[in-house]
């Protein structure tokens, strides 16, 4: 899926319920892997009936919002 910047920040503020977004350059937690990432490395797909997944862009990481925390509590 095909995303300007402006779009995908737009698609993970209406998205995300954990956590606001200010810009796709920061980073988040991942829980699930323990890896670190940027907003605008996460992957964007659209499943058979339009609905919107996103994904962490870490090899076989299946982590989504819930897993993704701020990571001022990890450095
Ligand atoms: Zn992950």
Avoid at 10 to 34: G, I, M, N, V
Avoid at 42 to 51: A, I, M, Q, T
């Amino acid at each position: 899926m095909l995303l300007t910047s402006g779009r995908k920040l737009r698609l993970f503020q209406d998205s995300d319920p954990y956590k606001q977004w200010c810009t796709l350059d920061e980073t988040r937690f991942c829980a699930r892997r323990k890896h670190l990432f940027l907003g605008r490395d996460v992957r964007v797909l659209e499943d058979e009936r339009g609905k919107i997944h996103f994904r962490c862009l870490t090899f076989c990481c299946e982590g989504g919002f819930a897993d993704w925390q701020c990571p001022q509590f990890h450095l």
